[in-house]
């Protein structure tokens, strides 16, 4: 056979028992053990995240129509193409951690630390691409208002059909208004920053330009989601009650208020283990220099690590499918 | 010791490697198809797929199967699973294939019940 065996096995492998269970090292079972636990919290995240979707079936956001973003292509609609670089990145960042658990098998120091080394960067680009499109989905592009019943009105130009964001239509009034510090009142009254717009400015604006129509959460059977006439969104307009711009964890532009949620839980739960398996690689990539498991004789630490970064990538195949595909 | 051989085969041996390092890279761009062909349906969504079967859209049931289908690589080839004991395969497999589609049962059962409780009429659609 083409891989060849490290040679300590038989007295050391064996578990305190004296034997070995499934024929496995201990470490390496105790590690199946953790990822089968941690792929059920995982699980039971994208669980719940399915339940808040089917019970909003017919007004949850088109995950389309927020990830539109990718790097140096300002303003084109460029839907899920950065999310696939993201996946790709991590596939290969898990072949070249598959490549130096191989390496390790043949016992070839210089090449277990080149891969260990290509897998950390991968892991970075990653950590780094979800940090840009959180900033982005945080900033957000368009903006929108909220009703008094929490639901988006998003505004569309009904000749051309694209979005169209605040700041094009919003007529700026002289406004008194200005966000309320801690510094200038009672020490624990406080408020969150303030919307570019008040909501008179954007009613205002809105009714000044005959173009614009508003789009709202509800989905029609084809899947898009309905937009109202010209006429019924002079009407509706008028139950705005608060400008929201770009998201955080209380409301968001896209739409549902959960969805923000679901994004910021689920995605940053996957970036924080994502994060620690980059810090792990790390220290492993510096004992495998120093020679440590040249010196134990067989590099099996590097095929624990690898498991937890495969899994890692598993869990995104997933997050990916269910978050910006389904 | 564990993996002191690999088994050298994917898809039911139609293909043989022979080495360990060539499989990773098979598997590698038999990964990146399957993702490039749900990205590619993804952002075209053709008409004839958006079809309901089985109270989901047809795209949907696609995504999804593909999704396991590249779970089942990552674990097998990548994780090393093909070269476990049976009994270690099961012990993982079954017990999650058991647990999540329990979970996934009852959540999605009964976040459609409240779909249906609310859309018929109990509380209406709130501008």
Known sequence: ???????????????????????????????????????????????AYGFSRFKNID??????????????????????????????????????MVLAVDAGHHMQKEKVAFYMLLTIIGGAIFVGSQAWEWSNFIRGEYGAVETTGGQIFQFVNEKTDKRVALKDFA????????????????????EATLPSYTVQEVISGFNSNPNLIIKTEKIDEKGHKIKLSREESLQKITQAKNVVEGANLVRNEYGNRLFADFFFFITGFHGFHVFSGVIINIIIFFNVLIGTYERRGHYQMIEKVGLYWHFVDLVWVFVFTFFYLV | MENSTHKLEIFRGLLKFKSNEQ????????????????????????????????SAKIINWIFIILTLVKAYYIAWDFMHLRDEKSGLQASIVITLLFLIAYLVFILLVEGNYIYDVIYEGFVSWNF
Do not use: C
Request: hydrophobic share 50%.
């Open chain 1, 59 to 96: 007004s949850w956001p088109i995950a389309d129509e927020v990830f539109t973003h990718f790097p140096f292509l300002h303003g084109i609609d460029a839907p899920m193409y950065y999310v696939a670089l993201m996946t790709f990145i991590l596939i290969f960042s898990s072949v070249t």
């Open chain 1, 1 to 47: 056979m083409s891989s060849t065996i490290s040679t300590t096995i038989e007295e050391e492998d064996l578990w305190d028992g004296g034997k070995r269970p499934f024929k496995a090292g201990y470490g390496k079972l105790m590690m199946w053990f953790f990822i089968v636990s941690d792929a059920l919290t995982f699980s039971g995240f994208l669980v």
């Open chain 1, 171 to 190: 007529i700026s009034g002289p406004s008194d208004r200005f966000q309320h510090q801690i510094n200038d009142g009672v020490w624990y009254s406080y």
């Open chain 2, 23 to 54: 499989k990773i890279w098979a598997v590698l761009l038999f990964l990146s198809i399957v993702t490039t062909i749900e990205v590619a349906l993804g952002i075209s969504k053709p008409e004839i797929l958006m079809n309901t079967f089985l």
